[in-house]
């Protein structure tokens, strides 16, 4: 089979600086595939060797199993869509659009209908005659993949373009970015610091942080069943909790926070082992919150409400144990049943065993 | 990427014959004239003998001085003169009348220095429209003659250097907030400390390229001080243009040449140093 | 001080006053200068004789007007030409500079960039005593050894323009390098990204994103030149542009055909400013 991208232990360095370490990677035909990481990470290096601004040092970059080294940006069958989208200011919609055609010598009545035709598909028919600033932002941003897809290319690369939109278009924008890929077929690669971008969008998510993969897999995946501290603290929130194991029964293991209390967890492999450093990490809506204070659970906190942070459907509890006086975050459910939580009433937590995840301590890439 | 190299060194090569055509060689080639002596036709030696001249002729030397003091003098005029004023354009008029003040502050500009000498001279002669206006007035019942002397020099180089100095000022003080005044106020300032202590400070950059600027076409100018000045005018240049051009002395003139280079070069590092800016700075920031 | 701080009405009145005075130093020598053109007199000078346009029109032996000077309309000639020869070479290089700079990253780019900048804080006599002295010495060698006497070399048109043109250009340099470090470079990677070629994305992004700027920096240069006294009264040859001759006359003692000279210099001026205004806005 061959793939729609490949990378073959691709490597950047800048200096001193290892910008993209050993990456592989292979994207099958008409997926979204998102690169999730801080900024600082890598993504842009590493887009930017797919679209030919710079060339690997080392490994090999395959397009539709042909190796791209040494083939200028002009001349690869990637595009791509920009930061700041890059529209042409000194030129109308219709030319903007035409430009690739144009730069592939596409006879002009040809180009002027393929122009129509992809306007036609991103439901803005007829605005060749606008210019770039008359275009709201969401406009501007389908205008500029619209420019891409026209020339058909085998892979769309998009550079975190909702970054400069606010948040309620942002929203609207991912769902669109979604049906647009699924509506034109072209294999997307997006690239965001936006766990949620990248979650709503994608197939398929590569976390990447310092120049390297720490997981790729489904957005479910990544979610439920980080691989890694890093993976668990930079997709969706997660509360730490610093700790040691005390003992280990067949699949589980119980904990002793430095606290001093004591959580029982599942783990994947037989990676730990008794006496090991370790951190803890409980995601705040994975967390049941009850008034009743006489439940029975395998990890139960009895605490005190320090804060509210009410954000309508966000909003979340700080609560403080109250033997070790330990903070945890808890997502409020929105079911009316806490519309009157006050600040210093006692409640009590609990989670299921299956929902916290435990990774050794000593691992310095922890977000 | 072999077609970016290149482009690169397509990009340099006229930058590099220019700087070394136009620009380094000559001015080392200067610096050679300067230091020979003719000893036959055609044969030349090496002598100090050109800067030896300069220290011992008190013309020369007082020449030089002189015109190094104007210079700093109408630098400094200029920069009192033209502050206010680009106060008010940057923060006091609005609108359709700030543009047109910084318009007319370009006008100069757009009109040859040599026409602006000659309005003055116009201005300010026996039979000018000044002189005319006293006797009207009943201030003076004779023809008074204004040209000719230090005073009116100094008034035409302050008028020629006006706008080099209002620009980069009008476009630094535009870059500053309005709250950082209005906040000086609220913690108690007065006009005067204010003044002294926030806006004078942020307006470092742009005093400094300002006169950077006016100082080196004072220190260069010609064309005022031989009109205004007359034949007494005594401005270094003129010395130069007369070794060089009248007399045909390449070598004394090259000798002043590279003497007003030094002094300019001088002055300019010093200011540079005083208020700690680079030469970078200060050249780009009205641009 | 800033219109938010309250202040006496008298400071305020004095502000408006110095304000005024200012405006009035700087226009009243143009307004001599362009009424004293249309006064009946031999002499720019009061008395007040009457209007009249014959400094403009004139052609008789004790009044020749502008347009029936010959000497001064071919020195406008002369320097119309050099105004277009600076212009067109000082924004070319300006342009291969401004990409030099703001698009390469290369070792020793500040000094140079410095090196660039200097011929601003040369006077202008001296870079035009350095260039001739230069330039004849070539001259001079080439004529002992070849034999060959090279004539651009000597005081005249080609000198004046090299040597206007060795400032101007540093001038158009700072003026398109900040246009072009306005275009993001983004810009030119989605036309490279789109299929165009190097000779492309300049052709269609780059070249018209400077437009405003080539266009206002060659008017800027071409009235430079056109203005240029210092540097140009060394290189002067036989052919003396305007300010050489107008300085000349001047000396001499003027008439009101100087001022009518100048009158029409203010007039070009101005039209290639608001040309130059509306083309910037644009």
Known sequence: MTFDLECRNVSKQFGDFQAVNDISLEIPAGSFFSILGPSGCGKTTLLRMLAGFSEPDQGEILIKGKKMAGIPPNKRPVNMVFQHLALFPMMN?????????????????????????????????????????????????????????????????????????????????????????????????????????????????????????????????????????????????????????????????????????????????????????????IRPEAIHIRRDQNVTSENHINGRVESILFDGGNSQVLVKDTESSQELTVSLPQTR?????????MISLSWDIRQSNVFSANNKSEP | MNGKKLSFYLLLMPLLLTLALLILLPQLDMLGISLRERVSYGVYEFSLL???????????????????????????????????????????????????????????????????????????????????????????????????????????????????????????LEGMDDSLVEAAYDLGGNHFTVLRTVIVPYAVPGIVSGCIVVFMLTLGNYLTPTLLGGKDSLWFTEQIFTQFITRFNWEQGAAFGVLLLCLSSLIVWLGLKLSKQSFKQAMTSDA | ??????????????????????????????????????????????????????????????????????????????????????????????????????????????????????????????????????????????????????????????????????FISTMATLVISARLRKLDTEMEEAALNLGASRLDVFRTITLPWLKPAVIGSAVVAFLMSFENFNTTLILAGSDSPLTITLFDRMREGSTPVLNAVSTLLMLGSGMLALISIFIQRK
């Open chain 3, 1 to 166: 001080m800033i219109p938010s701080i309250p202040q006496s009405r008298a400071f305020q009145k004095t502000y408006a006053v110095y304000v005024g005075l200012f405006f009035l130093f700087l226009l009243a020598p143009l307004v001599v200068v362009a009424v004293f053109s249309l006064n009946d007199s031999l002499f720019p000078s009061l008395p007040w004789e009457g209007f009249t346009l014959d400094w403009y029109f004139a052609d008789d032996r004790e009044r020749r007007g502008l347009f029936h000077d010959g000497a001064l309309l071919e020195s406008i000639v002369t320097s119309l030409v050099i105004a277009v020869f600076v212009a067109l070479l000082a924004v070319a290089l300006a342009i291969t500079n401004a990409l030099l700079f703001e698009r390469y990253h290369f070792k020793g780019k500040q000094f140079l960039y410095s090196l660039m900048l200097l011929p601003l804080v040369i006077p202008g006599v001296i870079l035009g005593i350095s260039i001739l002295s230069f330039s004849s010495g070539i001259a001079n060698t080439i004529e002992d050894s070849y034999g060959l006497d090279l004539e651009f070399l000597r005081p005249g048109l080609p000198l004046i323009v090299l040597g206007q043109f060795a």
């Open chain 1, 337 to 345: 049943e806490f519309n009157d939580l006050t600040a210093g009433e």
């Open chain 2, 50 to 172: 050109h800067y030896q001249a300069f220290f011992t002729e008190p013309l020369y030397w007082n020449t030089f001085v002189r015109t190094a003091v104007m210079s700093i003098l109408a630098t400094a005029l200029t920069l009192l003169i033209s502050f206010p004023v680009a106060w008010y354009i940057a923060k006091i008029a609005q609108g359709k009348n700030k543009n047109l003040m910084f318009l007319a502050c370009l006008i100069p500009f757009w009109v040859s220095e040599l026409v602006r000498t000659y309005g003055w001279m116009i201005l300010l002669r026996e039979s000018g429209v000044i002189s005319g206006f006293l006797q009207w007035a009943g201030l003076a019942d004779a023809p008074v003659e204004m040209l000719y002397n230090d005073i009116t020099v100094m008034t035409g180089l302050v008028y020629t250097s006006m706008l080099f100095m209002v620009v980069p000022l009008v476009s630094t």
């Open chain 1, 93 to 281: 919609i219709g030319e903007n659009i035409a430009y690739g055609l144009k730069r592939n010598k596409v006879p002009k009545q040809e180009r002027d209908k393929k122009v129509a035709d992809v306007l036609e598909r991103i439901d803005l028919p007829g605005i060749e005659n606008k210019s770039v600033h008359q275009l709201s932002g969401g406009q501007k941003q389908r205008v500029a993949i619209a420019r891409c897809l026209v020339l058909e290319p085998d892979v769309l690369l998009l550079d975190e373009p909702l970054g400069a939109l606010d948040l309620k278009l942002r929203e609207q924008m991912k769902v669109e970015l979604k049906k647009l890929q699924q509506a034109f077929g072209t294999t997307f690669i997006y690239i965001t610091h936006d766990q949620s971008e990248a979650m709503v969008m994608s197939d398929q998510v590569a976390v990447m942080n310092h120049g390297r993969f720490e997981q790729v897999g489904s957005p479910q995946s990544l979610y439920y069943q980080p691989n890694t501290a890093f993976v668990a603290g930079f997709v969706g929130n997660n509360n730490r909790i610093e700790g040691v194991v005390e003992s280990i029964v067949g699949e589980t293991a119980i904990i002793r926070s430095d606290a001093g209390q004591q959580f029982k967890t599942t783990f994947p492999e037989a990676t730990l082992h008794s006496g090991q450093q370790v951190h803890l990490y």
